[in-house]
């Protein structure tokens, strides 16, 4: 893999912290999309950049894009609320305040909100009248820690990651003993059947699956406090659509770490980058066996990632206290 300087890291991050975010003219090609592999040219477009649709959060995740109604959606935790961005306008307004300082969000194959709450320690699901149906909230009888990322295979059954962030502190949610461990779960929806796929990860975060929903992606943000712990993300096989196997490291995300990661449907992991130095704060891109192959800077600390626009074909990233966008030339799943 071909080595990028410290000089090239930095210049690329020095020219996404000063430039003017608020829609002045972006150089092209922009120097914030940096090629690390020649297999990530492939997805830049010479005369696109990133560019910030909103700002003015406390902590923006869990972006999710609806094409239906050509908005997306994400979770500003502090604030309590989520906030919608819509394509043909570009205004943003509040679609549900209070959210019980809600995350990670995903659809359903019913073109439904499937929603972590962290105050409620609970999963919902947004019905199209916009009334709340809670999946879960317990599993054999103790309360969930706060459900933190959510993913939806195609048989409608329902992963999620369950770390605790939401009763570590009251900024988030609100400061609780842990009841279970750091688990992901898969859910049946129509049954409520619940059970435990991952047990092995301190904290599992961020999800995705690959193309063929054969694999799943997992963040581990367990060394988010540890010096010199590894930062990590694990790739597990999906067995039968229900349980997962023989887990191993992905990659080692080195001194920066992953939160919220998406796929393309090259197979391609799109992965939030921050928590260490100022340089590796954005977007790192990994090939389908696990090499870097590219990175988007941005001037604040990354937290999760989709796909959306007409084409599946616009990167949304949610950072820090603000929201970014990228139109590249790769696609996201058509599911969800």
Known sequence: MPRVSRAAMVAAMAAAMHRDWQGGPVHYPDPAIEVIAPAFQ??????????????GARWTEGPVWFGDGRYLLWSDIPNNRILRWCEDTESVSVFRSPS????????????????C????????????????????????GRRLNAPNDVVVHPADHIWFSDPGYGILVNYEGGRAPFELPANVYRLDPDTGEASVVADDIEKPNGLCFSPDFLQLYITDTGASHKPGHPRRILVYD????????????????????????????????????GWADPSLD???????????????????????????????????????????????????????
């Open 117 to 140: 709450e962290h105050a409620s320690r609970r999963l919902t699901r947004t019905e199209h009248d916009g009334s709340l149906t809670v999946l879960i909230d317990h599993f054999q």
């Open 238 to 273: 999906v067995i039968d659509g229900s349980r997962l196997a023989d887990g191993r490291v992905f990659c080692d995300m080195g001194p920066a770490m992953a939160d919220g990661l998406t796929c393309d449907l090259d197979g391609n992991v799109w992965a939030s980058s």
């Open 42 to 55: 492939k997805y830049v477009l010479p005369n696109a950049a990133v560019e910030r649709i909103h700002t």
């Open 282 to 336: 954005g977007v790192a891109v990994f090939s389908a066996g696990g090499e870097l192959i590219g990175r988007i800077h941005l001037p604040e600390v990354a937290s999760n990632l989709c796909f959306g626009g007409r084409r599946r074909n616009r990167l949304f990233i949610t950072a820090g206290q603000s929201v970014y966008a990228l139109y590249v030339e790769a696609q996201g799943l058509p599911f969800p």
């Open 100 to 115: 019980d300082y809600a995350n990670g969000h995903s659809r359903d194959r019913q073109g439904r909100l499937i929603s």
